[in-house]
């Protein structure tokens, strides 16, 4: 599975929308992109994942950009609850394929 | 909504003792898996079952660590000596068939302190 790359942290203010950079360049045509978050304490939660569609859920966006090296994950109004690790994976699908975390980005959301 | 449970939640316990994990997945999930989370990283994968059969545990210290699924339940996960540098969170997750993201529920782990 293609690796990713997210900066360590960022933050945001309540109520505003955050934008989670991440870049996978090496991304493979069969691969998604997914993204878990882990509130402290907690184990990973899915927020949401796609191919190559930007993607919206109730609790996220996904916008993948045209040649697939990239995409952000959009909180659209940030509350404090939404501070955790958030965690950018690419991965095939298939029945073997598996969740291979990295360190992930901290985002923190201030008052 | 279905949760995965996991026990205990926190366990001390000395070095080269015996430690043991528990995990109840989903009901109906096939695919168990375990994952090991030190402090300021993200998990590692240690070994995944589907079914009662050990899919993938090339990341598991075999020398002293095993685990178990008896019959395509629930699971255990074992160090036998822990060791100062097994601190970490033992994470649970279960998924239907390996497939697919929604499947992918974790619990919320058992933090385990070695001293």
């Known amino acids: 599975d293609a690796k990713t790359t997210q900066p360590p942290s960022m933050d945001c203010a309540e109520g505003r929308a955050a934008n989670l950079p991440c870049n996978h360049s090496?991304?493979?045509?069969?691969?998604?992109v997914y993204w878990y978050r882990q509130i402290h304490s907690q184990g990973p939660q899915y927020i949401i994942h796609?191919?190559?569609n930007n993607e919206t859920n109730e609790m996220a966006s996904l916008i993948i950009t045209e040649d697939r090296k990239s995409s952000t994950l959009i909180l659209p109004h940030a509350t404090l609850r939404d501070t955790a690790v958030y965690y950018c994976i690419v991965r095939r699908t298939g029945a073997n394929s598996k969740l291979t975390f990295g360190k992930g980005i901290t985002l923190s959301v201030r008052p | 909504e279905a949760e995965v449970a996991q026990s205990p939640r926190y366990k001390i316990t000395e070095k080269s003792q015996a430690v043991a994990f528990w995990c109840d997945p989903i009901?109906?999930?096939?695919?168990l898996y375990w994952y090991r989370q030190i402090l300021g990283q993200g998990p590692e994968l240690l070994v995944q079952?589907?079914?009662?059969?050990?899919?993938?545990d090339s990341q598991l210290p075999k020398d002293r660590f095993s685990a178990e699924r008896l019959k395509g339940v629930d699971s255990t996960l074992k160090i036998q000596p822990a060791e100062l540098g097994d601190s970490a969170m033992y994470l649970c997750?279960?998924?239907?068939?390996?497939?697919?993201?929604?499947?992918?529920?974790f619990g919320s782990g058992t933090r385990l302190t070695v001293v």
């Open positions: 796609g191919l190559k």
């Open positions: 997750a279960s998924s239907l068939q390996g497939q697919g993201h929604y499947g992918y529920t």
């Open positions: 009901s109906g999930h096939a695919t």
């Open positions: 079952f589907q079914d009662e059969s050990v899919v993938d």
């Open positions: 090496t991304i493979s045509g069969n691969e998604y």
